[in-house]
C-alpha cells in the first residue's frame, strides 16, 4: 500500500513537470508583487504555491490529453509517465482535479481579483490542453494563450493582491513578461525546426517559416529588452543590489556547470542550458530582495 501510494505520487510529481516552470513562476509572480511594490507577508507563500499548482494543473492536463500519443513515443521528452505506466489515467485525473481544487482553494483564500484571475488561468490551462479543443494546436493563438498561462497570470495575481487598480507602474513588467515568454516559445519552436524534432509549438513556426520565426524572435527580443530597460528605470521595479546579484549568482551557476568549458561554439543546446542558470539566479534574487528587508526588519538588523 505505501509503496503503490509512494509510486502514485511520484508519477503525479512527474506528470506535474514541476521542476520544469520552478524558478519561472517566482520570478513572474514576484515581478508582479514588485510592480504592486508589495512587501513580504503571509500573501507571497500563498500567491506562490497557488501560482505553482495552476500552472501544474495545465501540465498534467496537457499529459492526460498526450497520453494515447506518447504511448507511441517512448522517447517523447519529457517522458509521459502515464504512457510509461507509473500511474493509470484515472490517477493522473484525480491528482489532476486535486490539483485545480487545491489551487482554487488558495485563490479564495486571497480572494478579489486575485480568486477571479486565479479561476482564470486554471480554466485557460484546462481549455488550453483539452484533447476535444486542442487549442495548443492553432497556430499563433496558441503562443498567446501559453504565454498568460505561463507567465501572464501568475504576473497579474501577483500584483492584485497588493492593490486591486492597474496604476501606471503594471504596463512596462508585463509587457515584459509575456515579451520573454514569447520569446521562449519561438526559441523552442525554431528549435524544432532546425533539429527536425517535433516541438510542442512547432505549428507557428512551420506556418511562419524559418526567417518569419528569427524576425519575430528579433523584433520579442527587442520588446523585451526595451520594457526591461523601462521597467527598471521608469517604474523601478527592483533595487541595483537585486540585479547585481542576479548577475553575480548567474555567473556562478553557469561557471559551475561548465558550460563554456565544454561548448566551442552558440547553439540551440547551449543557449537552452544557459536559460536554466539565469532562471534560478532570478528567482533567487528576486525571492531575497523581499526576504532579506523582511529579516533585518523582524531581528532588527540594519543592513540594507
Known amino acids: 500500500m505505501e509503496s503503490t501510494l509512494k509510486k502514485n505520487l ?3 510529481f512527474a506528470l ?3 521542476k520544469e516552470y520552478v524558478y519561472y513562476v517566482v520570478i513572474t509572480t514576484l515581478l508582479g508583487v514588485a510592480a504592486a511594490r508589495g512587501v513580504f507577508d503571509w500573501r507571497l507563500p500563498v500567491i506562490l504555491a497557488a501560482n505553482w499548482l495552476t500552472v501544474g494543473f495545465s501540465f498534467m492536463v496537457r499529459g492526460i490529453a498526450d497520453a494515447p500519443e506518447d504511448a507511441f513515443s517512448p522517447n517523447s521528452n519529457p517522458p509521459n509517465p502515464i504512457a510509461l505506466g507509473l500511474i493509470t489515467p484515472k490517477t493522473a485525473q484525480i491528482g489532476a482535479a486535486l490539483t485545480a481544487l487545491l489551487a482554487a482553494l488558495l485563490f479564495v483564500f486571497l480572494g478579489g481579483w486575485a480568486l477571479i484571475l486565479g479561476l482564470v488561468a486554471l480554466l ?3 481549455l488550453y490542453h483539452c484533447s476535444s479543443l486542442r487549442l495548443r494546436n492553432v497556430p499563433v493563438l496558441n503562443l498567446i494563450l501559453y504565454s498568460m498561462m505561463l507567465a501572464g497570470w501568475q504576473f497579474l495575481c501577483g500584483y492584485v493582491i497588493f492593490t486591486p487598480r492597474l496604476t501606471n507602474r503594471w504596463f512596462w513588467p508585463f509587457i515584459f513578461v509575456i515579451a520573454v515568454t514569447l520569446y521562449s516559445e ?3 519552436e525554431a528549435k524544432g525546426l532546425d533539429t527536425d524534432s ?3 509549438f512547432q505549428q507557428t513556426a512551420s506556418v511562419l517559416g524559418r526567417r518569419t520565426t528569427q524576425v519575430i524572435m528579433f523584433a520579442l527580443l527587442i520588446i523585451g529588452i ?3 530597460v523601462f521597467s527598471l528605470i521608469l517604474v523601478e521595479i527592483i533595487p541595483l543590489w537585486v540585479l547585481i546579484l542576479m548577475f553575480i549568482l548567474a555567473a556562478i ?3 559551475s556547470q561548465g558550460i563554456f568549458v565544454r561548448r566551442t561554439t552558440l547553439n540551440w543546446q547551449t543557449l537552452e542550458l544557459l536559460q536554466k542558470p539565469f532562471e534560478r539566479a532570478a528567482a533567487i534574487a528576486l ?3 523581499y526576504i532579506i528587508p523582511w529579516l533585518t526588519l523582524t531581528l532588527n538588523i540594519k543592513i540594507l
Open 226 to 228: 526595451t520594457a526591461g
Open 287 to 289: 525571492l531575497l530582495q
Open 124 to 126: 485557460t490551462g484546462f
Open 10 to 12: 511520484q508519477g503525479l
Open 16 to 18: 506535474s513537470q514541476f
Open 198 to 200: 517535433t516541438a510542442l
Open 253 to 255: 551557476f553557469i561557471l
Open 186 to 188: 519561438f526559441f523552442e
